[in-house]
């Protein structure tokens, strides 16, 4: 059967790596050991893709971001070699088929994504952590260590969420206030480390969630939390501490 694939002479990749067919893999890109790369998968500009690693069908790592996309439309270049921002993926990662990771964004050691998953620009997640099928991650993010991260969660630009923190189906961090309807400074949430959201739950701009705070599903959170506050309702009001539950 005829192999059909297009990996640049200059990139890196060890012996023992896999590369499947229908695959690009642009000019500095670095695969170490054990890596495997499923069928149609495009790997662009200075990604380095550490050992153990597996990344799915039709996945798309280090996409370029909004201002290369315009350069390589003005030279009429696909850019798979143009990208000057670096991606990294850690070790003995997993990412499952259609996920589409952008440049400049770094994943921690043993991270996972779910299938369909996107990741956007100037993001950091630590290792061990989990972003769950269908979920946006809207660039400008910064993840801490053991985080999960369930099926369809919406994360905008400028949030900050800490170590061991869980974010269930669906939930949801918003950044704009207003809503474009006058200048304001787009300002996502806090989450401090061990935080946990019910599904379907929604927190508002700018809010602070201190460490341990627990939210209900479908609750609506207005107001900074205070450690260990747990809130249910719309508007979410506090009813116990978890040391009470």
Do not use: W
Not at 72 to 96: A, D, P, Y
Not at 109 to 127: L, S, W
Not at 136 to 154: A, L, R
Not at 206 to 219: D, E, M, R, W
Request: glycine share 10%; aromatic share 6%.
């Amino acid at each position: 059967m005829k192999i059909i694939k297009k990996i640049h002479s200059n990139a890196k990749i060890d012996d023992s790596s896999f590369i499947d067919n229908y695959c690009s893999i642009g000019s500095s890109v670095v695969i170490e050991e054990n890596v495997y790369v499923s069928k149609n998968t495009t790997i662009y500009g200075k990604a380095l893709i550490k050992k153990g690693t597996y990344i799915g069908e039709n996945c798309i790592i280090g996409h370029p971001q909004r201002e290369e996309l315009k350069r390589f439309v003005k030279n009429n270049s696909l850019g798979i070699e143009s990208s000057n921002e670096i991606i990294e993926i850690g070790r003995t990662c997993t990412i499952r088929a259609g996920t589409i990771i952008y440049s400049n964004v770094i994943l921690g050691d043993n991270c996972q994504t779910g299938h369909g998953v996107m990741i956007r620009e100037k993001t950091k997640i630590g290792r061990n952590s989990l972003i769950g099928t269908n979920s946006v991650i809207d660039g400008n993010v910064d993840i801490g260590e053991n985080v999960s991260i369930q099926t369809g969660v919406y994360i905008p630009l400028f949030c900050k969420i800490g170590n061991n923190v869980f974010m269930g189906p669906y939930s949801k961090l918003t950044n704009d206030k207003y809503m474009m309807r006058k200048d304001y400074d787009l300002k996502g949430p806090t989450l401090e480390d061990e935080v946990s959201l019910g599904a379907n739950s929604v927190i508002l701009p700018g809010l602070k969630l201190k460490k341990g705070t627990i939210v209900g599903a479908g609750s609506i959170v207005t107001k900074d939390t205070e450690e260990y506050d747990v809130v249910v309702g719309n508007p979410a009001k506090k009813i116990k501490n978890v040391s009470n539950l």
